[in-house]
């Protein structure tokens, strides 16, 4: 017999919230696991492809926009500094404040990975059809958008 047919597992299985957090922490363990020999995690891989889509972001805006507590941010950006892949400059206009930009390193870092993020989630979604994809895609983004 199968876990998922067992009555306990049957019951959290009709529990909508209960299979997004099993979703993500399967997509967070299998991209880590893909991340591993590069020595980052998921975070990390998140900080850097925030970073793609703007000219550079104060800690507290990547803790805001990550949902990350700012302690944390700390910690990936003196992680990814280390090893070249952001450096943190003078904020224009404010030269006490300091922004977090991606480097050419972290390009480059973001380019290999994103081989591996579609090999991770073309496994993860292989259940599913390509429309099944787009629904869910769009479905995903239109409930993780913050409330306003």
């Known amino acids: ?63 805001d926009r990550l949902g990350y507590d700012p302690s944390a941010i700390v910690g990936l950006v003196d992680d990814l500094e280390r090893l070249g892949l952001v450096e943190r400059r003078p904020a224009p206009g404010d030269r006490r404040s300091r922004i977090v930009v991606l480097t050419d390193a972290g390009r480059g870092f973001l380019k290999d990975t994103d081989r591996t993020s579609r090999r991770v989630t073309d496994g993860l979604l292989a259940p599913l059809t390509d429309e099944d994809r787009t629904v869910l895609h769009d479905l995903l983004r239109r409930i993780s958008e913050p409330a306003d």
């Open 1 to 63: 017999m199968d876990d998922r047919d067992e009555p306990w597992m049957l019951g959290l299985h009709s529990d909508t919230g209960y299979l997004l957090y099993r979703l993500g922490l399967r997509s967070g363990q299998l991209f880590n696991a893909a991340l591993q020999e590069s020595g980052l995690r998921l975070r990390h891989y998140a900080l850097l492809r925030y970073l793609a889509s703007v000219d550079g972001a104060l800690q507290r805006e990547l803790s």
